[in-house]
Every structure is written in C-alpha cells, then in structure tokens.
C-alpha cells in the first residue's frame, strides 16, 4: 500500500521516501546559490517562496538548516507566526515556478496556482511540501536571529540591503528529510 503523504505526480510517479537527515547528500555550497528551493511557510494558508541563501549543519547535537527572510517578505510573517516550514529542492523543468515564486508575492497571488504546484500534506509538521520537489526538507524552527548591520564586519555586505531590510535567519532543527 502506498503511504498517503507520499505524492504519486511529481517525476513520472516516482513517490518520494522519508530518509534520515544524516543520509542526505548535497552539494551544500551549490544547492541553493545556484539551484534555489521553495521554502513553504504557514499552516493555514501556506506560502512558496524562492530563497538562495541559506546553511546546513548542526547546532545544539541537532541537524539545521538556517533559512534568511527579509521582513517585507510574506513569508516572514508566516514563520513568525508558526514555528515550522519546508524547503523544497525542485528539479529543472521547475526552474520557471521558481522565479515566478521569488517574484510575485503571496499577499497579492496564489503562487501554487501561478506556478503550477502544488502542495502536499506535510509527513511530520503542519506545512506543506511541494509535490513536485525532488527533495523536501521538514523543520521546527529553534531559535531566530535579527542580522544587526552594526556587527557587519565587511561594509560591502551592507550592498544588499539597500532598503535596510535587513535579513531575519531562522534556525530550524531537521525532523524528516523526503527524497527521490
């Protein structure tokens, strides 16, 4: 029988399978600067939006990922608002929902009808996955930190932040990891 949460589109029917967060492998320094992911923020009504900056590791004997938002995002409210998201590695014919979803913003469009996915029961949190995700990331954020330009020890960073919105880094413990 096949598990519920599991979605039979994605590739080809191809469901995905619960790993361990130990047993994914990536290439952490390309996966999201030069592939991007969809990070579903919200329980209620959940939100997909392109980031490409963000870490793994292991903090407090726990697997993390740190997620960056801005707080002009949608999405930023949402995380503030329930603590857990999903990060969604999606494969190339996605490319386009992808940029649709770093453009447009959720307050204004639904962008899992504008991009063309869609959303699926999350296995351990209350936020969905992205169906059509090659690998999808389940977390429960720990901690939040507020990036304080005054700490910035190299003044070209502040280059990014022309509006001074400053990024808001979401540290979340790694509770299932779906692949293909």
């Known amino acids: 029988m096949t598990d519920p949460r599991e979605p039979q ?19 952490p320094f390309q996966v999201l600067h030069e592939q ?13 939006m392109t980031i490409s900056w963000g870490g793994f590791g292991t903090l407090w004997e726990l697997p993390i990922v740190t997620i960056f938002v801005r707080p002009v995002r949608h999405t930023w409210g949402l995380l503030n608002a329930s603590p857990f998201f ?14 649709l979803c770093g453009e447009v913003s959720g307050r204004d469009v639904d962008k899992w009808a504008a991009a063309g996915i869609h959303p699926l029961g999350g296995g351990t949190v209350p936020v969905p996955r992205v169906a059509e995700a090659r690998t999808a990331i389940e977390c429960r954020i720990l901690a939040h930190l ?35």
């Open 9 to 27: 589109g994605g590739r080809r029917g191809v469901p995905l399978r619960r790993i361990e967060p130990e047993e994914w492998t990536t290439r």
């Open 36 to 48: 991007w992911a969809l990070l579903v923020g919200g329980d209620e009504h959940p939100n997909p």
């Open 86 to 99: 999903t990060v969604n590695f999606m494969p190339e014919p996605f490319h386009r929902a992808l940029e």
């Open 146 to 180: 507020d990036l304080d330009p005054a700490r910035f020890l190299d003044p070209a960073i502040d280059r990014h932040y022309p509006q001074a919105d400053y990024h808001r880094a979401f540290l979340g413990e790694v509770l299932a990891v779906w692949t293909r």
